[in-house]
């Protein structure tokens, strides 16, 4: 389980105005699981360790996201189980997010165990989503990787499901980026998050509010205030900036910012034309530090195969197999941090089509990693 049903907390000091407080409980939050930090050798440099957080979570193109929505006559518990109008409104963010023309691609399926999003709806259990690959931790088919907690067909329903696909496409809290300036009244929010409905722990307000994302992990060097991404605040919560001492509040929906990291971060049109690979022949990546890039490769004879990557770097290599309704993931390394390079062996089949899908976090000499297939 990535989190715990949350429990009921006692009230913190006081530091909110009551009316914040009364306030805040109609609003509602997401609570993402706190996820330990990677820990990294000393021989890894700085310059190293900012580009593999800069892109470690983030998926390979080519990849094809499955989602389930838990429902009745699921083997999982019945509270976790949602109802048809909730299911449209989470197909419709997908949607939303696909429309940007993005190099990955989402599908709905029925079985839990064809899906890589699962998705629950206790209303016990708050709301909150997997960031980007992460999930893959979570193996068990009837385990969540997401959670609403509140019926999605209500008002801002859309903009609930948008923001926890953002944080399944690697997105953090952008209220948390380094660089959005703001001063908290720490006691404030202690006693608002604190309090009735969310009863947060302090060790989840810290992560999921105070905290101060490192630099790498901000998706683009400038807050954005009105990304789907960040929280609404009522008074009382944020002394500085002094423009939202009275509060603050997305407009709603994508903002050009989410649109523009969405972009960059999967190009889709934008992104390097698809490889091709034959046996034996190295290919070089011709990729700057966190971009992506997708080959094809046929298969002449039914084997055994190894696909690696050669050079000093870190990336993230990705096997495939393409067929009518998307790729299938088969099999994945990332050698990030280590002095190793990527490496797969797979028993592939001729006559059948396979991609695979690179991100390059970092390279010692540039333009010099290369993917081959023997």
């Known amino acids: 389980m990535p989190t715990a049903t949350r429990k009921a907390a006692a009230p913190l000091a006081t530091g909110?105005?009551?009316?914040?407080i009364d306030t805040a409980s109609q609003r509602r939050y997401c609570a993402q699981p706190i996820h330990p930090q990677p820990g990294f050798d000393a021989s890894v440099?700085?310059?190293?360790?900012?580009?593999?957080?800069?892109?470690?979570?983030?998926w390979v193109n080519g990849t094809q996201l499955t989602y389930c929505c838990f429902q009745r006559g699921d083997p999982v518990p019945a509270a976790w189980q949602g109802q048809a109008a909730d299911f449209a409104v989470v197909d419709e963010a997908f949607d939303t997010w696909a429309r940007l023309g993005i190099g990955i691609n989402f599908r709905r399926v029925q079985a839990p165990e064809e899906a890589m999003v699962r998705i629950g709806f206790d209303p016990h259990d708050g709301a909150w989503s997997c960031v980007g690959r992460t999930l893959l931790e979570i193996r068990s088919p009837l385990e969540r990787t997401m959670n609403f907690a509140w019926p999605l067909a209500a008002e801002a329903g859309l903009d609930t499901a948008l923001h926890a696909i953002g944080h399944t496409l690697g997105l953090e809290h952008e209220h948390q980026h380094p660089?959005?300036?703001?001063?908290?009244?720490?006691?404030?929010?202690?006693?608002?998050?604190?309090?009735a409905p969310h009863h947060w722990?302090?060790?989840e307000i810290e992560w999921n509010v105070l905290r101060r994302l490192d630099a790498a992990e901000a998706r683009r060097p400038h807050w954005d205030p009105d990304s789907v991404m960040g929280f609404g605040f009522d008074a009382g919560l944020i002394d500085a900036p002094a423009a939202y001492k009275s509060g603050h509040c997305p407009?709603?929906?994508?903002?050009?910012?989410d649109k523009a990291w969405v972009v960059e971060a999967y190009p889709g049109v934008r992104a390097p034309p698809v490889g091709s690979l034959k046996v034996g022949a190295s290919q070089l990546l011709k990729l700057k530090a966190g971009e992506t890039r997708v080959f094809d490769f046929l298969p002449s004879r039914t084997r055994d195969h190894d696909i690696a990557t050669f050079g000093r770097s870190d990336a993230l290599l990705v096997l495939f197999e393409t067929t009518p309704e998307g790729n299938v993931?088969?099999?994945?390394?990332?050698?990030?941090?280590?002095?190793r390079n990527a490496h797969l062996r797979a028993r592939l089949h001729r006559g059948r089509h396979y991609q695979l899908g690179v991100r390059l976090f970092h390279a010692e000499v540039p333009f010099e990693t290369a993917l081959m297939v023997w």
């Open 251 to 257: 407009k709603g929906g994508l903002s050009y910012g």
């Open 45 to 58: 440099s700085p310059a190293r360790v900012r580009a593999i957080l800069a892109a470690r979570r983030k």
């Open 16 to 20: 909110a105005p009551k009316d914040a």
């Open 201 to 203: 722990t302090e060790a």
């Open 179 to 195: 660089h959005a300036g703001i001063a908290w009244n720490r006691q404030a929010v202690l006693d608002v998050f604190g309090a």
């Open 329 to 339: 993931q088969i099999a994945g390394d990332d050698d990030s941090g280590t002095a």
